[in-house]
């Protein structure tokens, strides 16, 4: 079947640079009655109804004129000619057939095929393969002759693949990969015509052999036919064979296509060499102005972005002083985004306030439904671990308010049973029944099954009824929740209707349809339709800029355009050869088929495609086209700029206009604008010019904190205020210190272990036994009442043996101590003692010892039990501080101890005169005491200015949670850093 495209069309051909000039041409055509208007896709039906109906339009069709796409103009003709059009199929229904024909060829060249061809990521790429080849009407005959195959007999099953002699006749895997591709390209042909059905891809060419099988009844329906086909940037080579028909049928046929500019770019223009080509008016004088902006990642670009529309209307900013234009209206700003950018745009416009809408469906996949559908995949596969499941359960569709976060803190359950038992002590709400949803979706996917139970497993995982409305209740103080759960809800609707859809069309699918997946299957399944089903939003609030997710419809266009990622890692990406057909052997088929230039696109074919899309994005920009990009990725490696930009704006008729203001750059390090720069009140702070370090630059030193409720100091936390001031006030006053949730848990083990030393002491000082031998008989008593977990979680078996061991080995040095005469000399013992109060500068200071031995002669001594080394308490002074309490009651102390778990060993001062049992305790206590009194001073300071500075050389820095709100970076260099670390200061 040769195809000469290039020999004489009987049609018009318009060429346009910006969408909004169809306008007037276009009403012309509506307002004489008849003409239908063919556009490339469904999101172009508004746009081009929105452009006849324009409110400046001096003339109004009398009837509402046809706007179609290639499906609708085949199923005119097929109604004409009498003839049931095929039902068309969806992606994921696609993605059905493709698998069930792989399956089927792997059951009869099991041995021969590839492993690859199993996995889900082959039936991606098969399929894409199989809808360039429909899409360009390539008929399997020609593809097996390009292969140098004989091709199949009629009806009969490809029996190449499973013939190992012929793989290819040179031992190229590109042409077993080829010859792999014909035969499930022939299987999913000989598959729809079976079943009565139809890919889109191959809507157009149906519709060109309707044409050829009925050419007197075509003809009398095609005669009568006034098509105007407008936004086509090319057509593929099915569409042209399909307009080549109707052409030929007697149709009247006019083309409204966008132009590129200078290059080799083969769009519609091109496509049609001997039409005269019509220039639409006012196309072409003056290309636009163009303006580039780049910050240092994907965020700070988008803030930046916003930033200067934020500041455009009020004729200030970058925008304004580049482009020389006034502010033109939100109304009239539009841009395209992929996903990530898109959500950074959203959260950038949000925070700068810039009005905005949506102007079309998010798919489901990026809705918070599919991303909890896929987390509770992941938490199922690994087990529901504990903090994991804990987080999940506590996001937005499960129990966000109710979640009992702080019991899940001392329970840290895992495991199904054990979350199923741990939840089971709540109300429903708590998150037992979102953790039953979870589970029972898990479970479906896992097992696999039929593509609507599927589907109906998906819709189930959302809140039911009575959930959600305790949601939107719940939710009413934070009114951006809201969006989410209506995109809930139109997920559940669209997995609904899909799932019914399925249970109509498994007739019509047969096998494929009704076939269980399985686990790998089912997820690529739903991922499918996840990432191609749109949920239905909202009618676009004016005026507001129009954000229009991923590539935008042909007819879009705004007099200011923003085209974010403008690097040469999107345009032009990277363009690869099609693994299973090579390019060598798309140039056979192309000489074979006598396509010229309309055929299966080569690599460097590819590439200009790409740059030809860039030249008709741009032009949706009819005055200004701001082009946005990161400077560098997420791993911090540079992005250089597209080299489309440049190409487009250096041509002999350059199809953009570069300000001559520079770019705008701002790097990682401008995030505050300079000191003359404007800034959003509100929202930004400014870079002063002055002196770069000190306390000009906002240091915490000067800047007073909220100061606490009620001026009262717990003398515990001493040695924390006395690391740094502002660790303190975050930790103690601002309450910001996180819970811990690991398994083993040591605040658990450190309040179990001082209710040990309780009874232990109080057993001793009434029998006399030892102290190693009464740890290891209370030892599970007082963990069964602080900290159950260690004793009956078999995970936790080794802690407990090693606590125990380090709790035996502390006992004996204290029973040292009875034994070298402390005992003897000791009146009473105090456990748990609240010392006395007393009082600086308005602040009551407070706290409870561990353990106060008092003496015969009067004095005291003081014992603290620590879990760490010793080592790390010989600078503390908390017990110099105990030891000021009790001498506010009278009482001197001679000897102070922290006793410490991790090795065993004591850390002790003592005044001059102690009793000899102290003698090991070689700091002098007074010192320590004076330096406490210091502390406490300042303690009194900070407790009545708010100023609790902080102590950036402080050796707590490297394991403290609240650096980036001190803002240690700025005022202390990286280099400082390094080399306090190479000095041991750190």
């Known amino acids: 079947m040769k195809r000469l495209y290039e020999e004489a069309f009987p049609l018009k051909l318009h060429t346009y640079r910006t969408p909004r000039s169809l306008a007037g041409p276009l009403r012309e055509e509506a307002a004489r009655g008849d003409a239908v208007f063919l556009t490339p896709s469904n999101r172009d039906r508004p746009l081009l109804l929105e452009m006849l109906f324009l409110p400046d339009s001096i003339s109004f069709p009398e009837r509402k004129p046809k706007v179609w796409i290639w499906d609708d103009l085949y199923r005119a ?52 393969s199989i809808r360039e080849l429909l899409r360009e009407g390539v008929p399997r ?45 022939g299987d999913y042909i000989a598959l729809l015509e079976e079943r009565g059905l139809a890919d889109s891809a191959q809507i157009p060419s149906l519709g060109a052999a309707l044409l050829e099988a009925f050419p007197r009844e075509g003809a009398g329906w095609a005669s009568g036919l006034k098509l105007r086909a407008a936004g086509f940037l090319s057509f593929a080579s099915g569409q042209m064979a399909f307009l080549r028909s109707l052409c030929a049928a007697g149709a009247d046929l006019e083309l409204w296509v966008p132009e590129c500019g200078e290059g080799d770019f083969y769009t519609a223009a091109q496509q049609f060499p001997e039409t005269e080509i019509l220039r639409c008016s006012g196309e072409g004088e003056t290309a636009p102005l163009c303006v580039s902006m780049a910050a240092g990642d994907l965020r700070l670009s988008t803030d930046t972005l916003a930033r200067e529309l934020f500041l455009w209307p009020a004729g200030e900013g970058y925008l304004s002083a580049a482009s020389g234009l006034s502010f033109p209206g ?21 925070r700068y306030g810039i009005p905005f809408s949506l102007r079309e469906g998010a798919t489901v996949s990026e809705t918070a439904l599919w991303k909890g559908a896929l987390r509770s995949l992941d938490l199922s596969a690994d087990g529901w671990p504990s903090v994991e499941t804990a987080n999940f359960l506590s996001s937005l569709l499960f129990a966000p308010f109710d979640f009992p976060r702080r019991a899940f803190g001392n329970a840290l359950p895992s495991g199904r049973k054990g979350w199923t038992d741990f939840l089971e002590g709540f109300p429903p709400e708590a998150g037992s029944d979102a953790f039953r949803r979870a589970t029972a979706f898990a479970d479906v996917v896992q097992r696999g099954g039929r593509p609507e139970d599927l589907l109906s497993a998906f819709a189930r995982l959302a809140p039911s009824r009575a959930e959600l409305k305790r949601l939107v209740e719940r939710a009413a103080r934070f009114p951006r929740l809201d969006g989410h759960i209506r995109e809930v809800s139109l997920a559940v609707q669209e997995a609904n209707e899909k799932e019914r859809s399925l249970r109509e069309l498994r007739r019509d699918l047969g096998e494929a349809g009704s076939a269980r997946l399985s686990f790998d299957e089912a997820t690529a399944f739903l991922g499918q339709w996840a990432e191609t089903a749109s949920i239905w939003m909202p009618s676009p609030v004016s005026p507001t800029v129009a954000l229009h997710p991923g590539t935008p419809p042909s007819l879009v266009g705004a007099s200011v355009w ?8 999107r345009w032009p990406g990277q363009v690869h050869e099609s693994p299973l057909l090579s390019d060598e052997r798309k140039e056979f088929l192309h000489e074979s088929l006598e396509l010229g230039r309309s055929h299966l696109p080569l690599v460097p074919e590819k590439r200009s495609q790409r740059e030809a899309l860039f030249r008709r994005l741009a032009a949706c920009g009819e005055n200004l086209c701001i082009l946005l990009r990161p400077l560098a990725d997420d791993g911090g490696r540079p992005l250089p700029e597209s080299p489309f930009i440049d190409a487009a704006c250096s041509s002999a008729r350059p199809w953009l206009r570069s300000s001559a203001a520079e770019p705008l750059k701002r790097s990682l390090g401008e995030i505050l604008a300079p000191e003359e720069y404007p800034t959003a009140e509100g929202v930004e702070t400014r870079r002063r010019s002055w002196a770069t370090t000190g306390a000009v630059r906002g240091s915490l030193h000067d800047i007073p904190l909220l100061p606490p409720k009620e001026k009262v100091f717990s003398l515990s936390d001493l040695d924390t205020y006395v690391s740094c001031p502002f660790r303190y006030y975050c930790a103690r006053t601002a309450s910001l210190e996180t819970p811990p949730e690991e398994l ?36 599970d008593e007082a963990m069964d009442e602080k900290y159950a977990r260690l004793v009956a979680n078999a995970n936790l078996k080794r802690d407990r043996k090693e606590l125990l061991r380090r709790a035996v080995r502390l006992a004996r040095v204290q029973q040292a101590m009875e034994d ?63 030891g000021i309490a009790l001498a506010a009651g009278g009482v001197r102390t001679v000897a102070s101890a922290f006793l410490c778990l991790a090795d065993g060993k004591e850390k002790g001062a003592s005044a001059e005169g102690a009793p000899p049992v102290f003698a090991s305790f070689a700091t002098p206590l007074a010192p320590l005491e004076s330096d406490a009194e210091e502390a406490l001073e300042r303690v009194a300071e900070s407790f009545s200015t708010g100023l609790f500075p902080p102590l950036y050389e402080s050796k707590s820095c490297r394991y403290c949670a609240y650096s980036s709100l001190c803002r240690r970076r700025d005022f202390r260099s990286a280099e400082s850093d390094e080399e306090g670390e190479e000095n041991g200061a750190r």
């Open 77 to 128: 003709l097929a109604e004409a000619l009498g003839v049931k059009p095929r039902v068309q199929i969806d992606p994921p229904d696609h993605w059905l057939l493709v698998r069930h024909i792989v399956r089927r060829l792997r059951d009869r060249c099991a041995d021969a095929l590839p492993a690859g061809t199993a996995s889900p990521r082959f039936l991606e790429l098969a399929g894409q």
């Open 141 to 185: 005959e020609e593809l097996a002759k390009a292969l140098g195959c004989g091709g199949c007999a009629p009806g009969a099953l490809c029996e190449r693949p499973g013939d190992e002699r012929a793989a290819s006749r040179s031992g190229r895997a590109s042409d077993a990969g080829s010859a792999l591709l014909c035969a499930l390209y």
């Open 330 to 350: 939100w109304e009239h700003i539009a841009l395209c985004a992929e996903s990530e950018e898109l959500d950074s745009l959203v959260e950038s416009f949000t």
């Open 562 to 569: 923003v085209l974010p990622g403008m690097t040469a890692k």
């Open 744 to 779: 083993h848990r040591f605040d658990l083990a450190g309040s179990a272990l001082h209710l040990l030393w309780q009874r232990v002491w109080e057993k001793h000082l009434s029998t006399g036994e030892q102290l190693d031998f009464l740890v290891d008989a209370l030892f």
């Open 820 to 882: 070298g005469g402390l005992a003897s000399g000791r009146l009473e013992q105090k456990r748990e003692y609240a010392l006395p109060e007393f009082e600086r500068r308005g602040v009551r200071f407070k706290g409870r010892c561990d353990r106060v031995d008092f003496l015969k002669d009067g004095t005291a001594a003081i014992f603290d039990y620590k879990s760490g080394p010793a080592a790390s308490y010989k600078e503390s002074l908390q017990l110099a501080a105990y």
